[in-house]
C-alpha cells in the first residue's frame, strides 16, 4: 500500500512538471529563444536588420503607378459601384493574396450626393425676378483623363440642407469665427438674412457654415480663391501647370461631427438603432453650395460696401468689398441660393488585411488609407492608396521568405472617409474594447504626395522618435538635395521644417480631426501619426491646388507632381520602416519622454498667453506643473526599466510594453471634453472653431476663448477652474500608469 506521505510527493512534483511546462511554453512563445533565426532575434532587440533593408527594396515606384493609374480610371465616390463593389473587391483579394488573411466590414449608413437632374447654382436674382450670372453646374472638362465619365457627381457640399434661399450678399474672408465677430463688434455689419461669400481655407470648412449660421446667414456660398489656390497662376494653371483653373471647383462634407450621424457613438452594424434624421446631425443649419473663382469674380465684383482690409483681399482682379447688398444698378438685386443636395442610406466597407504575428499576434500595428474619392481621388486619397497596396505587396514577399512580425500587423482600406470619417469611425466604435488593449499604434496616410518639397507629418509625441529615427533610413527621393549634402528624407524635413523647441529636429504638428486617426486617438487612446510629402511652404497654400476637384486626375500627378513616382515611394519605404520598427522590436517603440517635454511646453504657453488674467481671477497653473514634474520622472524610471530588462523575460517585458502603450489611453476622459463629448482626448483635440485644427488642453481652451466678452463672467470662470483641474488629475494619473509596481499606493 502507498503511503500518503508518498502520494504527497508524487503529487508536487507533478504540478512543479507542470508550471515548468507552462513557463517554459511562455518563454519561448513570447521571448527570445536561442533556436531563432539570427535576424528576428536581432531585429527583436535593436529594430535594425537586413529585413528592414529588403522591404525597402522590395517597394517598387513602378507598381506605385500602376496602382494610381488602376484606382483613378472611374470616379469612385463612397457608396457608388465602382467605390463599394469594384475598389472593394479588388483589395480584399489582393490581401488575401499576399497576406495572411482578410476581411470585409460592411456598414449601413447615410451618404450626402448631388441631385444630377437639378444641380446646385448660385445666381444674382434681378429686380424682375430673371436671374442673372448663374453659376456653372458642372467642372468644365480639361483633360482626356475626365473624358464622359458619368459617375462624376457635380459640385457640391455633402450634408447641406436643402433649399432655396435668397438675400444680400456679404463678403466674410475665410468665414473663420474672428472674421464674423471682426465684422459684427467692428465694423457693426447686420449678417441677419444675408448669404455669406467666403473663400475655401484655413478652416475646417463645416465650421464656416456653423459660424454663418450663428451670425444669421440664410446661406453660404464657398469658392476657391487664386490668392490660396492659384499663387503662380499668372501664366498657366492647369493642364499646363499644377495650380487650380476658374473652372475647378472644390467638392467637401460640411457634416458637424464624425462617423455617422443616424448611429452617434455606436457602430451602424446591423443590430443598429438608427436615429430619425430629423434628430441627429445630418445636416448643416443653413444651405450651402461650392463654386469656382471664374465664377465666384461675378459675385464679388458686384458687392457693395465699405473696402475689405488688406489681409482680406484676395487674387482675383477686383477690389473685394463687405457688402451687404449689391452696388448700382444691382442695389435691388438679391445673391439667390439653389440646392439640391439630398441624403441617403447607402452601404459602405472597410476592407482589413492581416499579418499575424508570431509572438505577440494580440498585438496589433495597425496602418491605414481611405479608398473613396469626391472625383477620380488621384492626390487624396488615391496617392496613399497605391503606395499602401505596393507595402503590403512588399510585405508578402517577405511572409514568403519565411519572415514573420513579432506582432501582428493591420491594413486599412477606409470607405466614406470624405462623407465624415465614417469608415474608420464605425469600426473604432464596433472593435473599440478590443484595439483598447490591444493595438500598439495607428499609422495614418491620406495622402502620399501633395508635393514635392518635404515631408509633412502629426502625430502624438511618444511616436516622434520613431518617425525621425525612421526617416533618416529612408533614400532622399530628390537627386538635387542628395547632391546638396540631404540624402535622406530626415535631411530635408529638417531643412525646411526645423521646430521651435529644438532645431536639430524637425517639426510634427498636433493632430485635429482631418483624418482617420481621430477615431483611434479620441475613442480609443491610441497612438497616432499622419503623413505626407507636401508642397514648399513659401507658396503659403491652403491645400493643394487641385484638392477635391475634377481635375486631381492621375494626368496631374504622373506629369506634373511626382514623375518617376520616387516620392510616393519614398512615403511608402517611411510608412513600412515605422509599421517593421512597431511590429519587430521586443520593447515598444514609443517614447514617453517626449511626452513629458511637449506638456512642459503646452503649460508654458498657457502661461504666458494667460498668466495675468489667471492672476486676476485666482488661478494658478502650480498644480498643473507639478504633476507634470511626476509625470516627467514617472517618464524617465519607466525609460530607464526598459534599458535594464531581462529581454528573454516575457512577463516582464509585456507588462513595461503594456505601459507604453496604455500612456495615450490614460490621457482619455470618458466624459468626453465638456460641451463636445465625441471627442475624449484631454491633452489633445480637434479645435472648438475649427476641426481640423488642433487644441492643446481642449477643455481649457475652449473654456478660455473670448472669455472677456461673456456677460456672465462668474460661470466661464469656474469653469476654467474645473478645466485646470481636470487637466491636473489626468495628468497626475497618466503618470501613475507608468510606475512600478511597488511604487502606487503600496500595492
Same mark, same amino acid.
Given at each position: ?30 521571448? $527570445? ?160 438674412? /444675408? $448669404? ?155 476592407? $482589413? ?71 474608420? /469611425? ?96 479620441? $475613442? ?209 494619473s497618466a503618470a501613475s500608469t507608468m510606475k512600478g509596481v511597488n511604487d502606487i499606493g503600496g500595492l
Amino acid at each position: 500500500m502507498v503511503s500518503w506521505k508518498m502520494m504527497s510527493w508524487k503529487l508536487v512534483a507533478v504540478v512543479c512538471t507542470v508550471v515548468f511546462l507552462v513557463l517554459g511554453i511562455l518563454i519561448g512563445k513570447f521571448g $527570445i529563444p536561442p533556436d531563432l533565426p539570427s535576424w528576428l532575434r536581432e531585429m527583436s532587440i535593436d529594430g535594425d536588420s537586413s529585413f528592414t533593408e529588403r522591404l525597402m527594396k522590395e517597394i517598387r515606384a513602378d507598381n506605385i503607378e500602376k496602382n494610381l493609374k488602376y484606382f483613378t480610371q472611374k470616379a469612385h465616390i463612397a457608396g457608388s459601384p465602382r467605390e463599394e463593389e469594384e475598389l472593394v473587391n479588388y483589395i480584399f483579394n489582393e490581401w488575401k493574396s499576399h497576406l495572411d488573411s482578410a476581411r470585409i466590414y460592411p456598414y449601413s449608413v447615410l451618404l450626402s450626393y448631388p441631385n444630377a437632374s437639378d444641380p446646385n447654382y448660385v445666381a444674382v436674382q434681378l429686380e424682375n425676378g430673371t436671374e442673372a450670372d448663374m453659376s456653372a453646374k458642372v467642372e468644365k472638362i480639361l483633360n482626356p483623363d475626365q473624358e464622359e465619365d458619368p459617375t462624376v457627381v457635380n459640385p457640391f457640399n455633402a450634408y447641406s440642407l436643402p433649399g432655396t434661399v435668397m438675400g444680400d450678399p456679404v463678403y466674410v474672408n475665410y468665414g473663420t469665427i474672428e472674421d464674423f465677430t471682426y465684422m459684427k463688434r467692428n465694423l457693426s455689419i447686420d449678417l441677419n438674412g /444675408t $448669404i455669406a461669400i467666403a473663400r475655401y481655407g484655413k478652416i475646417y470648412r463645416a465650421d464656416k457654415v456653423k459660424h454663418a449660421a450663428e451670425f444669421g446667414c440664410v446661406g453660404m456660398v464657398l469658392y476657391s480663391d487664386p490668392a490660396d489656390y492659384a499663387v503662380d497662376s499668372e501664366v498657366r494653371v492647369y493642364p499646363d501647370d499644377w495650380w487650380l483653373p476658374g473652372t475647378g471647383v472644390q467638392r467637401g462634407t460640411v457634416l458637424p461631427r464624425d462617423g455617422d450621424p443616424l448611429t452617434p457613438y455606436y457602430p451602424s452594424i446591423e443590430s443598429a438603432f438608427y436615429q430619425k434624421e430629423s434628430d441627429s446631425f445630418s445636416v448643416s443649419a443653413i444651405p450651402v453650395t461650392p463654386i469656382g473663382y471664374d465664377d465666384a469674380i461675378k459675385y464679388l465684383r458686384k458687392i457693395s460696401g465699405p473696402e475689405a482690409n488688406s489681409t482680406w483681399q484676395g487674387g482675383l482682379n477686383v477690389t473685394y468689398r463687405l457688402g451687404p447688398g449689391f452696388i448700382p444698378p444691382y442695389s435691388n438685386s438679391k445673391l439667390k441660393l439653389h440646392v439640391r443636395t439630398y441624403n441617403e442610406r447607402r452601404m459602405t466597407h472597410n476592407v $482589413i488585411g492581416y499579418i499575424r504575428g508570431e509572438h505577440e499576434p494580440d498585438r496589433y500595428v495597425v496602418l491605414g488609407n481611405h479608398r473613396d474619392a469626391w472625383v477620380f481621388g488621384a492626390v487624396d486619397p488615391s496617392s496613399a492608396s497605391a503606395a499602401m497596396m505596393e507595402l503590403s505587396r512588399a510585405f508578402g514577399e517577405l511572409l514568403k521568405d519565411g519572415w514573420r512580425p513579432r506582432r501582428s500587423i493591420v491594413f486599412c482600406s477606409w470607405g466614406a472617409e470624405e462623407h465624415g470619417l465614417i469608415g474608420s /469611425t464605425e469600426w473604432v466604435e464596433e472593435l473599440v474594447k478590443i484595439l483598447g488593449t490591444r493595438a500598439v499604434a495607428y499609422l495614418n496616410v491620406d495622402i502620399a504626395v501633395e508635393g514635392n518639397t518635404t515631408l509633412m507629418a502629426s502625430g502624438t509625441p511618444n511616436l516622434y522618435k520613431l518617425l525621425h529615427e525612421s526617416a533618416k533610413k529612408v533614400e532622399n527621393p530628390n537627386p538635387d538635395e542628395i547632391a546638396n549634402g540631404r540624402k535622406t528624407v530626415f535631411d530635408t524635413w529638417l531643412a525646411n521644417d526645423p521646430s521651435d523647441y529644438d532645431p536639430t529636429l524637425p517639426h510634427i504638428g498636433e493632430l485635429g480631426s482631418a483624418s482617420d486617426y481621430t477615431a483611434f486617438l479620441q $475613442i480609443g487612446g491610441i497612438p497616432c501619426i499622419d503623413m505626407s510629402y507636401t508642397y514648399s511652404k513659401t507658396y503659403k497654400l491652403s491645400d493643394y491646388p487641385m484638392y477635391h476637384s475634377a481635375y486631381e486626375t492621375f494626368d496631374l500627378v504622373s506629369r506634373l507632381m511626382d514623375r518617376g513616382f520616387k516620392y510616393h515611394q519614398a512615403v511608402a519605404r517611411l510608412l513600412g520602416v515605422m509599421t517593421m520598427t512597431l511590429a519587430e522590436k521586443v520593447i515598444l517603440d514609443l517614447d514617453c519622454t517626449q511626452y513629458a517635454n511637449k506638456l512642459e511646453r503646452m503649460v508654458k504657453d498657457i502661461q504666458t498667453h494667460y498668466g495675468p488674467l489667471f492672476e486676476k481671477h485666482g488661478i494658478n497653473m502650480d498644480g498643473v506643473v507639478k504633476a507634470i514634474q511626476e509625470f516627467k520622472e514617472a517618464a524617465r524610471n519607466l525609460h530607464g526599466r526598459t534599458e535594464t530588462v531581462e529581454l528573454t523575460n516575457p512577463l516582464e517585458v509585456r507588462r513595461l510594453n503594456d505601459q507604453l502603450m496604455d500612456l495615450e489611453r490614460a490621457f482619455i476622459d470618458p466624459l468626453g471634453i465638456s460641451g463636445r463629448p465625441w471627442y475624449r482626448h484631454v491633452i489633445f483635440a480637434p479645435s472648438l472653431h475649427d476641426a481640423y485644427g488642433s487644441s492643446s488642453f481642449p477643455g481649457l481652451t475652449d473654456a478660455l476663448f473670448d472669455i472677456e466678452n461673456d456677460p456672465d463672467q462668474a460661470r466661464r470662470w469656474e469653469q476654467v477652474k474645473k478645466e485646470v483641474s481636470v487637466i491636473t488629475f489626468i495628468i497626475y494619473s497618466a503618470a501613475s500608469t507608468m510606475k512600478g509596481v511597488n511604487d502606487i499606493g503600496g500595492l
